[in-house]
């Protein structure tokens, strides 16, 4: 399995015209709403808004093409967890409202696979739910502890199931798997089809998104672009992980990267020995984050953290592809599943997604200065974007519904550390959950590597 060969390109972009189509902005232009971003937060704000008031004038910018951030890149999970965990949302806001939050994720699964289905958007849905395997003692503990906080919590023993070693291996036969969780909220899609088709459903709507269209500055009611300003009753900031690239905003968000590889079609006798029948999701509970999916097309598609974080949140096409992390991520798949080993990897690529200080999403609106935003959802962005995008649309309308008052709503971000400070912290943390996972490995225990590597990045519970 030698991924160094592999095509340095998404998978996802071989389904869907991965460049500009769309006309640049070409002058001055007044609308009711602007959208910054054309991915998955802006898109989704979009449809909703145009589907409550077909009457606005909307348009979307983007700088680059219709889905060239996160979300044509990601690891298609669309599912129902919050970052941090209910438990942290419990913690800040109480059991009820965490629950409330949770049950508006849960259902916006399926409001994913709704609107797919009625307009049209073939992003191979699977819902097969989000399914998280325990490989060692340590790992199990993790388990238990996920287990005893949600049933403290409220959460429906049918919304977390625990599974035993045989139950876990019967869905995911990776090598050491001694338990695990499911959960039904989840499904595995195709993420780039998924916000071509958006960009598609919006258009027909009378949206109109203008590609190569950089935002140079946003500010109350107005959008700087070098083609134009757009001016509008409120602008939208969609950009996530592309945030600090914004004047004022360098602060507000660091782009980390995540990384990923697809291997060639498996065979069928060899799905047969993996499992994945109904498509879940799937991680472990290590602590540096892997995740994959079985593709409609019978690939697996791999990814893992671990990627540097770069000086003053550097994002450039070359940090898609990191040599050292590619090749590690490969040997993780590998030891899951060592019947790997002669299969080809055909992609490999990369991308920075948004982390805030405190790592909790947000979605938020100064009415006075016409403008809204949303975003942090630190790789969790596919099913938590489009709650985003729904609960953005009726804020800007104020629409009188239960998701305005969740609790994430106008949720205010602390500022990261200057540099360098923000360069070393968020490295060392890096560094530290990549020693845990080798100690408890080693040691069989919990590592206090763990704790203190999450405080370093920002990772705060």
């Not at 680059?64 to 806001?93: M, Q, T």
């Not at 096409?317 to 050292?324: A, P, S, V």
């Not at 560094?431 to 705060?460: H, V």
Request: net charge negative.
């Amino acid at each position: 399995m030698n991924v160094d060969t592999a095509t340095k390109r998404p998978l996802w972009w071989e389904a869907v015209d991965a460049k500009p189509t769309r006309a640049s902005l070409s002058g001055d232009l007044d609308v009711d709403v602007a959208i910054v971003g054309a991915g998955y937060t802006g898109l989704w704000t979009a449809y909703y808004l145009a589907e409550h008031d077909p009457s606005l004038r909307i348009a979307v910018l983007e700088s680059h093409h219709v889905g060239f951030g996160a979300s044509g890149r990601n690891g298609g999970w669309c599912h129902s967890e919050y970052p941090l965990g209910i438990g942290v949302l419990a913690k800040d806001h109480g059991n009820a409202a965490a629950l409330r939050h949770m049950d508006a994720l849960n259902r916006t699964v399926d409001e994913v696979g709704r609107v797919a289905q009625l307009e049209g958007i073939d992003c191979h849905y699977a819902k097969g739910g989000v399914l998280a395997v325990a490989r060692s003692q340590t790992q199990l503990e993790g388990v238990e502890h996920e287990m005893a906080e949600a049933k403290r919590i409220g959460v429906g023993e049918e919304d977390l199931v625990r599974l035993t070693g045989p139950e876990a291996r019967e869905m995911l036969n990776a090598t050491d798997v001694i338990g695990g969780t499911w959960h039904p909220h989840g499904a595995a899609i195709q993420p780039a089809l998924l916000v071509h088709g958006l960009a598609a459903a919006v258009e027909r709507r009378g949206v109109t998104i203008f590609e190569s269209t950089r935002a140079t500055d946003i500010a109350p009611g107005v959008v700087t672009t070098g083609f134009g300003a757009v001016r509008a009753d409120m602008v939208v900031r969609a950009t996530e992980g592309y945030t600090s690239e914004l004047p004022g905003l360098e602060r507000t968000m660091v782009p980390l990267y995540s990384l990923m590889v697809a291997t060639e079609p498996l065979s069928d006798e060899l799905w047969d020995e993996i499992g994945l029948h109904n498509r879940p999701t799937f991680a472990d509970y290590r602590n540096l984050i892997i995740y994959g999916q079985r593709t409609s097309d019978g690939r697996f598609a791999f990814g893992g953290r671990g990627a540097p974080y770069y000086w003053r949140s550097g994002i450039a096409d070359g940090n898609d592809i990191h040599d050292g992390v590619h090749r590690e991520i490969v040997r993780a798949l590998l030891e899951l599943f060592p019947v790997l080993h002669d299969v080809e990897v055909t992609h490999r690529w990369g991308g920075p997604l948004g982390a805030p200080r405190d790592w909790k999403p947000s979605v938020s609106i100064d009415r006075a200065a016409k403008l809204s935003w949303a975003g942090g959802y630190v790789g969790d962005g596919v099913n938590t974007a489009a709650l985003a995008g729904r609960t953005l649309a009726d804020l800007i309308l104020e629409r009188d519904t239960d998701l305005v008052t969740l609790p994430w709503v106008n949720h205010r971000w602390k500022q990261w550390e200057p540099e360098p400070l923000r360069w070393i912290g968020i490295n060392a943390g890096l560094e530290m959950a990549k020693r845990a996972d080798a100690n408890e490995e080693r040691f069989g225990k919990p590592s206090r590597l763990a704790t203190l590597g999450n405080w370093l990045r920002g990772k705060t519970r």
